[in-house]
């Protein structure tokens, strides 16, 4: 019976690692927000509010829209869910360099580099 216990235990202690470092499909996500109306994302973010995909996908689709306020709102979501996702990072990076505080947006796009080189919107912003 004991033994039950710690395997429930150590199993629920694993799935809320694995769920704190999830990383997402960046290239699906960014070709789905292409494909998307902003409609349809905010309806997908609504059925799903806690979905860090939607959230990412409708963000992209804000930044595509040039609803710059939005983008920064859900980004900043993702990143009181998940601080580490790298893409919601690189959102805030896209709207600095928008904004044209370059020097700001390029430091936190070289910390993304360095620690993501396969994070290739990055290399473009």
């Known amino acids: 019976?004991?033994?039950?216990?710690?395997?429930?235990?150590?199993?629920?202690?694993?799935?809320?690692?694995?769920?704190?470092?999830?990383?997402?499909?960046?290239k699906l996500l960014h070709e789905q927000a292409d494909t998307m109306t902003l409609k349809q994302a905010e309806k997908r973010v609504h059925d799903y509010p806690d979905s860090l995909e939607y959230l990412y996908v409708l963000g992209l689709n804000y930044l595509n829209n040039y609803r710059n306020d939005g983008a920064k709102e859900i980004f900043n979501k993702i990143l009181t869910i998940s601080p580490d996702s790298y893409e919601a990072q690189w959102g805030l990076a896209e709207l600095l360099r928008r904004k044209h505080k370059l020097n700001e947006s390029e430091g936190e796009l070289e910390n993304i580099i360095k620690e993501y080189p396969d994070f290739y919107p990055a290399y473009l912003s």
């Open 1 to 26: 019976m004991r033994k039950n216990i710690v395997w429930i235990s150590l199993i629920s202690l694993m799935i809320s690692i694995n769920s704190m470092c999830f990383a997402m499909n960046w």
